[in-house]
Antibody, heavy 125, light 107 residues
Framework: QVQLQESGPGLVKFSQTLSLTCTVS??????????WSWIRQHPGKGLEWIGY???????YYNPSLKSRVTISVDTSKNQFSLKLSSVTAADTAVYYC?????????????????WGQGTTVTVSS | SSELTQDPAVSVALGQTVRITCQGD??????ASWYQQKPGQAPVLVIY???NRPSGIPDRFSGSSSGNTASLTITGAQAEDEADYYC??????????FGGGTKLTVL
């Protein structure tokens, strides 16, 4: 059973870069059909999709965050990572990593079927 | 990201049926997925595709779609179903979006 675990600093200073890692256990990050994703949730608010990476390295980012986001993968460590630059208080949130699975053969459909527990990141001045 | 709209709050009497809806242009081409989130917990996938439930999700949860609207139906709502529910979809470019979430209260 695949499990995900986020790790990284819980406190980041204003204007610096937030860096988080998601470790995948119980399965290979190099398996096809999975999109390794980051999602965040501001305090008391809804979910915001940040972006994903495929094991091949191809990425897609939320257009509203694209200029500040980098998602990378390290297949040797079975990990993927998030970097968010130039953070402000608006980046204070719970950050989740998740696996999005592509289902189907002829017609594809998708679902984020495995989630990490989430990690709280606070941006301080 | 893909724009999806949900009602902020819905209530249902214990044991009754409730439908939570999600609207967006991307839903004309792509199925929504639905997530349940309880306070302090990570979201859990409850419905994906046309009407598929992951292992462990009760069969009182079902999904449907018509035009630009996707629906999550809970038939015979239980107290433990009280939670926030989010829809998600992607568009043709691979961009994703979540709906704003619906807070379900079971009375």
């Amino acid at each position: 059973q695949v499990q995900l675990q986020e790790s990284g600093p819980g406190l980041v200073k204003f204007s610096q870069t937030l860096s988080l890692t998601c470790t995948v256990s119980g399965g290979s990050i190099s398996s096809g059909g999975y999109y390794w994703s980051w999602i965040r949730q501001h305090p008391g608010k809804g979910l915001e999709w940040i972006g994903y990476i495929y094991y091949s390295g191809s990425t897609y980012y939320n257009p509203s965050l694209k200029s500040r986001v980098t998602i990378s993968v390290d297949t040797s460590k079975n990990q993927f990572s998030l970097k968010l630059s130039s953070v402000t208080a608006a980046d204070t949130a719970v950050y989740y990593c998740a696996r999005e699975t592509r289902f189907g053969v002829v017609t594809y459909y998708y679902g984020m079927d495995v989630w990490g527990q989430g990690t709280t990141v606070t941006v301080s001045s | 990201s893909s724009e999806l709209t949900q009602d902020p709050a819905v209530s249902v009497a214990l044991g009754q049926t409730v439908r939570i809806t999600c609207q967006g242009d991307s839903l004309r081409s792509y199925y929504a997925s639905w997530y349940q989130q309880k306070p302090g917990q990570a979201p859990v996938l409850v419905i994906y595709g046309k009407n598929n439930r992951p292992s462990g999700i009760p069969d009182r949860f079902s999904g449907s779609s018509s035009g630009n609207t996707a629906s999550l139906t809970i038939t015979g709502a239980q107290a433990e179903d009280e939670a926030d529910y989010y829809c998600n979809s992607r568009d043709s470019s691979g961009n994703h979006g979540f709906g704003g979430g619906t807070k379900l209260t079971v009375l």
